[in-house]
């Protein structure tokens, strides 16, 4: 931890008399960092991991995007900003890892638990707001707005073909008996994003990453943390995270009333529900396949990987004449 304490005073100034580990996320690892007047949240993300430079690759970007919604908008104190360095710079970064400071939040994740009411109502009232703003914002989104790209489809073939073989036998034995109708979830999802790219879809503000680990309760209010992924892309890219939910139906009550002509873009959903499927299978055997793992965290992307593979078939689909949600297979 006298790295971290270093870092702390020499790019932050400040004094830490503790850095204690804390529970990471998919895409680093996390410390509260104690001084003699305020708590801290380190964000820490390790160059070893594969996943690193796309999780922060744009943190220059997106962080003035950040600060602005948190200053100009009714989403103050419901998202975290990232501290300044000295330097002025959103960041710090060294031989082993690139780093972020925010003030602690006092709370809880919420992690496995079902939200309640009024948790539902006020994510509802975040993604609302987040979906009020557009490019036309006094800060640049031209970094962040969506191309439809698949930039790990290459890699993702790759891996089904030619390094299928170089998996490990465990993974190999789950993998392989889904590889063709993968190949096939990706040429179909190459043809879909194709057809967005020649369309005029309407962009917002999106997360892009809306689960409830990425939720806290901090006394009466609920913070959503997290936002590496925020985008300028049909608001799709958020809703398909809470389409299938059993509380999606109150979700949208409050949802609709700060967006009360919102009609789903069918084509836009099945994009990011295919493309997030198939991207967290791609860096789930990244990670098996290059990241130096405990047989712990083994086991653990082992059932990530598993989990998401038993989703390739089914997708959520509106049925028009019910006007309801309902898991389906999509035969191509």
């Known amino acids: 931890m006298d790295h971290f304490k270093t870092i702390l005073r020499h790019h932050y100034d400040i004094e830490a008399i503790d850095v204690i580990p804390q529970q990471g996320g998919w895409s680093a690892l996390a410390y509260k960092v104690i001084s003699d007047q305020h708590a801290y949240f380190l964000k820490v993300y390790e160059k070893s991991r594969a996943s690193t430079p796309k999780w922060t690759a744009l943190i220059d970007k997106y962080v003035p995007i950040i600060q602005w919604l948190s200053c100009q908008t009714r989403l103050q104190g419901k998202i975290p900003v990232p501290l300044q360095t000295r330097n002025a710079a959103y960041k710090h970064e060294d031989d082993v890892g690139i780093y972020q400071l925010f003030a602690y939040i006092e709370g809880k994740t919420i992690g496995s638990q079902a939200l309640n009411s009024m948790q539902i109502r006020q994510l509802s009232e975040i993604i609302a707001e987040l979906h009020l703003y557009g490019e036309e914002i006094p800060v640049s989104t031209a970094a962040i707005k969506e191309d439809f790209r698949i930039p790990f489809a290459e890699q993702f073939r790759e891996m089904l073909t030619e390094n299928?073989?170089?998996?490990?036998?465990?993974?190999?034995?789950?993998?392989?008996?889904?590889?063709?109708?993968?190949?096939?979830?990706?040429?179909?999802?190459?043809?879909?994003?194709?057809?967005?790219?020649?369309?005029?879809?309407?962009?917002?503000?999106?997360?892009?990453?809306?689960?409830?680990?990425?939720?806290?309760?901090?006394?009466?209010?609920?913070?959503?943390?997290?936002?590496?992924?925020?985008?300028?892309?049909?608001?799709?890219?958020?809703?398909?995270?809470?389409?299938?939910?059993?509380?999606?139906?109150?979700?949208?009550?409050?949802?609709?009333?700060?967006?009360?002509?919102?009609?789903?873009?069918?084509?836009?959903?099945?994009?990011?529900?295919?493309?997030?499927?198939?991207?967290?299978?791609?860096?789930?055997?990244?990670?098996?396949?290059?990241?130096?793992?405990?047989?712990?965290?083994?086991?653990?992307?082992?059932?990530?990987?598993?989990?998401?593979?038993?989703?390739?078939?089914?997708?959520?689909?509106?049925d028009t004449n019910q006007q309801k949600w309902t898991r389906r297979q999509i035969r191509l």
Not at 167 to 182: G, H, Q, R, S, T
Not at 303 to 315: A, R
């Open 164 to 318: 299928i073989h170089h998996l490990p036998d465990d993974v190999n034995e789950i993998v392989k008996p889904f590889a063709d109708i993968l190949a096939t979830r990706m040429s179909h999802l190459e043809i879909i994003a194709e057809e967005l790219r020649g369309s005029a879809v309407k962009m917002k503000l999106c997360h892009t990453d809306l689960h409830n680990w990425n939720l806290m309760q901090s006394d009466q209010q609920l913070i959503l943390i997290d936002w590496e992924g925020v985008k300028l892309a049909p608001v799709e890219a958020d809703l398909m995270f809470l389409v299938g939910k059993p509380f999606f139906e109150e979700f949208m009550a409050t949802y609709l009333m700060a967006h009360p002509n919102y009609v789903v873009n069918r084509k836009a959903l099945e994009f990011y529900q295919i493309r997030r499927t198939l991207e967290d299978i791609c860096e789930l055997l990244e990670q098996l396949l290059f990241d130096e793992q405990e047989e712990k965290d083994r086991v653990e992307t082992i059932g990530h990987l598993k989990g998401e593979l038993s989703k390739v078939e089914f997708f959520w689909m509106l």
